[in-house]
């Protein structure tokens, strides 16, 4: 009996290892995709306003 528990418990634990490891990776892929977009966004805006200077300083 003692022996079936203990697998159980071995089983249970590496479950929750498991779900841990999984929320670790869902966590930190969301992290990169938000940071990605941001980075996107703030360079598509450096373009732009570069743009927009080019323009007034050179009346294009």
Known sequence: MAQNTRNVAMQ???KNNIKRSNIIIIITC???????A???LYLSMGRYWNVRVLERRFSL
Do not use: G, M, P, R
Request: net charge neutral; hydrophobic share 60%.
């Open 30 to 36: 969301s992290f990169v995709i938000v940071f990605t």
């Open 12 to 14: 249970f634990s590496l």
């Open 38 to 40: 941001f980075n996107h």
